[in-house]
């Protein structure tokens, strides 16, 4: 076939299969897939939701022509077999972050309002997987009516625990062999080559010192996301408080207050523009004295930590000329057992180390009255974006977009660095006029354009033709 009949072919099925896409979309969004390892089983490893999700996945794909393996609920993939065993995959995800608080719009649903989906997932995973799978469905059928097999295999893995630790990718490549190529539609356009290193530890107040004057503390959803609502119990009078910016103030029981403070969220690896709220509610309640001694330590430490996302107030900043600077944000903070437990998570170029971070965090706990643990950390990501499967996907949103495109690198992290030869690509754009009600990933009113995603599709299916063109052996 040649390529303006491909394309042709491409226009046409999009157009066909649109509002199947879109209703796929909202049988996934409806689930609330957000891992729950407390009540995970045998076969359900992440959780009953994640479980639901990834199900509901595996017979969209059924239905879409593509052959099922569910690897022990961990992970599974739908394969249209080729001439050859070596595959092209895509990978994408049907977990999500949980809801948080601020929405607008119904969560786990999709809304279409002005062009754009809005609900959980709609962009970070479940709208970009649900493209890969009827990306791959062009090409059953396309195999169906010619009776010829394609020169690869080609696969859709269907993951299932992105959002936290990656365990499904772990888990798959423990049974299956790497791809020759592998891209993600999980995040930015035109592709992604690099990723910083991803790190995350956890402050823990040595003492029990909640339930003094401050009784207890509470922010934020996950720990890769900027929080934006963070509150704290005290003992005042709510009455007496003095009213503040993004401050609200309510009774919490006898002789006890509600203090919760408003800002402005977002994902951990784009903190600009963002406004995190244990910051907000960490220089209240300094200002208004509504700490004691055994306290004071530790919300002094949230205070430190919101200072800057770059790193340089805690002394950790760096940055390197492929992934720029490095960037740390304070996540979430609990009150556990008397405890205050507070986290961070940081994204870091190949200037510094894990390693680094996490001594220079402990040096900061000791200081503060804290002990303090890694929790996670994975290295720098990258790609020669000069390759030609690199080169192959961009040629190709060059040609839908009119747009000059280069290859980046990201703060984020995606399911490409678990792979050796993969990238990132797509389907979100960087839209000057989006309106304002529409919300990013990981944050209230996750949204997107719908004509990004059907053009998006369009570039995966006419990206995958020219892959299976290319000698990756």
């Avoid at 994408?92 to 062009?115: E, M, N, Q, S, Y």
């Avoid at 000329?321 to 960037?327: A, C, D, S, V």
């Avoid at 986290?343 to 900061?364: F, H, K, L, N, W």
Wanted: proline residues 5%; negative net charge; hydrophobic residues 40%.
């Amino acid at each position: 076939m040649n390529e303006q009949q491909l394309k042709q072919d491409v226009d046409a099925f999009v157009d066909e299969v649109w509002e199947d896409v879109v209703e796929d979309i909202r049988t996934l969004v409806k689930i609330e897939s957000v891992e729950d390892l407390e009540h995970a089983e045998p076969g359900k490893p992440w959780g009953p939701a994640p479980n639901e999700a990834l199900v509901a996945a595996e017979k969209i794909a059924a239905r879409l022509g593509l052959v099922v393996t569910d690897l022990d609920g961990y992970i599974g993939y739908a394969d249209l077999a080729g001439e050859s065993d070596g595959y092209i995959a895509t990978i994408a995800h049907t977990d999500i972050v949980p809801l948080g608080l601020g929405w607008t719009f119904p969560a786990l649903d999709v809304t279409r309002k002005d062009g754009y989906l809005i609900g959980r997932g709609v962009l970070d995973d479940k709208g970009p997987f649900v493209l890969s799978l009827y990306a791959a469905h062009f090409f059953a059928r396309a195999v169906e009516a010619s009776g010829k097999k394609l020169p690869y295999t080609l696969r859709c893995i269907i993951g299932n625990a992105e959002e936290t630790s990656m365990g499904d990718v772990k888990h798959y490549l423990e049974h299956c062999p790497e791809p020759l190529f592998c891209f993600s539609p999980d995040a930015d356009f035109p592709l992604i080559c690099g990723e910083k290193g991803v790190y995350q530890g956890e402050f823990r107040t040595v003492d029990a010192v909640a339930g003094g004057k401050l009784v207890e503390l509470d922010g934020g959803t996950v720990a890769n996301a900027i929080p934006g609502l963070a509150c704290a119990v005290v003992r005042a009078d709510a009455a007496a408080l003095p009213a503040a910016d993004h401050i609200e103030i309510e009774p919490a029981g006898d002789g006890l207050a509600r203090v919760s403070a408003h800002g402005k969220g977002g994902h951990a690896s784009l903190p600009a523009g963002t406004v995190n709220a244990i910051g907000l509610l960490a220089r209240y309640l300094l200002a208004n004295d509504l700490v004691d001694d055994a306290s004071r330590a530790f919300v002094e430490l949230e205070v430190a930590l919101t200072e800057d996302t770059c790193g340089s107030h805690t002394g950790i900043a760096a940055r390197d000329e492929k992934f720029g600077p490095l960037t740390c944000i304070a996540g979430t903070v609990r009150t556990v057992d008397g405890h205050f437990v507070q986290t961070v998570d940081s994204r870091y170029p190949t200037t510094t180390t894990g390693e680094a971070i996490t001594e220079r965090m402990g040096q900061i706990a000791a200081s503060h009255g804290c002990g303090y643990r890694k929790l996670e950390d994975k290295v720098p990501f990258y790609i020669d974006p000069k390759c030609d499967e690199i080169s192959c996907l961009l040629d190709t949103y060059s040609e839908y977009t009119g747009k000059k495109a280069e290859a980046f690198c990201i703060g984020g992290g995606t399911y490409a660095r678990k792979f050796r030869r993969a990238c990132a690509f797509g389907p979100h754009e960087n839209n000057a006029d989006e309106p304002e009600w529409v919300g990013m990933e990981h944050g209230p009113d996750e949204g997107v354009s719908e004509a990004d995603l059907k053009r998006a599709l369009k570039i995966y299916i006419v990206s995958i033709a020219r892959l299976m063109e290319l000698d990756l052996a």
